[in-house]
């Protein structure tokens, strides 16, 4: 009988780029609302955070301190058993020796841009939730991906698959990837769905994008894929559609939002995230 809401934050630790990596200190929090638009902040009790347990967070530190994450999504599954009602989706690092277990177990299963040069290997991480409150992290790595971004999954009941959208590299550029399994605790490689192609001008690249369904549907699939046009380094979304979850195209007009004025707080980027929910009131 209300909205929920888990949200991604970064401690003050991430602004120490040359000690830490992207995601080392990121957190996901959670929050309700009646009307999903005024939102209540519950101090849960669950994680500790600058030396106390009255906070919101959810997920991050010290559940996941070998892996970090980022661009991370929350979905509920209908065919998981109750214990794993809840799936979360993000970025980490591997390190060490689970590394070293995936170099040997899966040593063709890696994008070109894994190895980032340091100790640390780039990848999908997974973790499971009865509630969405109280989280277990997935021990091994769903797959090894580079995705600097927000990255969607959720289980698609049609295809009997977890279906997901993240940041991919066609020939170096920035684009649109998609993988599917049906097992949630290992994915394949993405395949690009949207890429910088004859359609688009020499300039533009494909960001985020914020992938998810009609209310009330299971196969009404829509996109916000983010455009970001380097020549004047601005960020659009647009809306694309697929009958299948698998082949996209996008719908005719150009983009759906636009960000605003230089000076105004949506100057230069306005993005979409995954959930589209009808509001009260019709």
Not at 111 to 117: D, R
Request: with cysteine; glycine share 10%; charged share 20%.
């Amino acid at each position: 009988g209300r909205y929920r809401l888990w949200y991604e934050t970064a401690g003050q630790e991430h602004l120490d780029h040359d000690k830490y990596r992207m995601g080392s200190f990121d957190y996901i929090r959670y929050a309700e609302s009646e009307d999903g638009e005024t939102w209540q902040h519950p101090s849960l009790g669950l994680l500790e955070r600058n030396g106390t347990k009255q906070n919101n967070v959810v997920y991050g530190v010290p559940l996941i301190d070998n892996t970090g994450l980022h661009g991370a999504t929350v979905f509920k599954d209908p065919s998981a058993p109750p214990e794993e009602r809840y799936k979360m989706f993000h970025t980490g690092q591997m390190g060490g020796e689970m590394k070293e277990r995936y170099l040997r177990e899966r040593p063709n299963e890696l994008c070109a841009q894994s190895h980032t040069g340091g100790d640390k290997l780039e990848g999908f991480f997974g973790a499971v939730s009865p509630d969405g409150l109280s989280w277990t992290p997935l021990e091994d790595a769903l797959i090894s991906q580079v995705s600097d971004t927000h990255n969607v999954c959720e289980y698609d009941p049609v295809l009997g698959q977890y279906v997901a959208y993240c940041r991919s590299h066609y020939l170096m550029r920035r684009s649109i990837g998609r993988l599917a399994s049906p097992d949630f605790r290992r994915f394949p490689l993405s395949e690009e769905v949207f890429w910088p192609n004859g359609t688009n001008e020499p300039y533009d690249l494909w960001y985020g994008n914020a992938k998810t369904i009609m209310p009330g549907t299971t196969d009404y699939h829509i996109m916000f894929p983010l455009r970001w046009r380097l020549i004047d380094d601005s960020f659009a979304f647009l809306l694309a559609a697929s009958p299948d979850n698998v082949v996209w195209s996008p719908v005719p007009g150009g983009p759906v939002c636009r960000p605003g004025n230089p000076g105004e707080i949506d100057y230069g980027t306005v993005a979409a995230g995954v959930g589209l929910v009808n509001l009260p009131g019709d």
